[in-house]
């Protein structure tokens, strides 16, 4: 189970720089291609603690990745990194992922 504080799915993506803007957050969001613990999320407003397995594709591949952490604000890649660890072996071989070059979610 995951304790802790939250915070919306949406914003957490953005923070964590999985997404370019908070606009394409939401949209993967409510996509409904994402999972939050296994579940399909469908609005951007759903919680996310540290502790739970996010997972949406990108591209050709899976990204799974578990939140280690929860930010007040969205920072720098150096801070970004440390809010998420890679549970994809292509995730985890390439640390520079979640840069906000042409890797982030189209």
Excluded: N
Excluded at 30 to 45: F, K, M, N, P, Y
Excluded at 49 to 70: M, Q, Y
Aim: with cysteine; hydrophobic share 40%.
């Amino acid at each position: 189970m995951v304790y802790g504080a939250g915070l919306r799915l949406d914003k957490w993506l953005w923070f964590a720089r999985l997404a370019k803007s908070r606009s394409q957050a939401q949209d993967l969001c409510e996509s409904r291609r994402l999972r939050v613990d296994g579940r399909v999320v469908d609005r951007a407003s759903a919680q996310v603690r540290a502790g739970s397995v996010v997972s949406f594709p990108r591209g050709d591949e899976l990204i799974v990745v578990r939140v280690e952490g929860i930010a007040e604000a969205r920072g720098p890649y150096e801070v970004a990194r440390h809010l998420y660890t890679h549970l994809t072996q292509s995730g985890a071989q390439d640390d520079h992922y979640a840069t906000e070059s042409d890797h982030a979610f189209a």
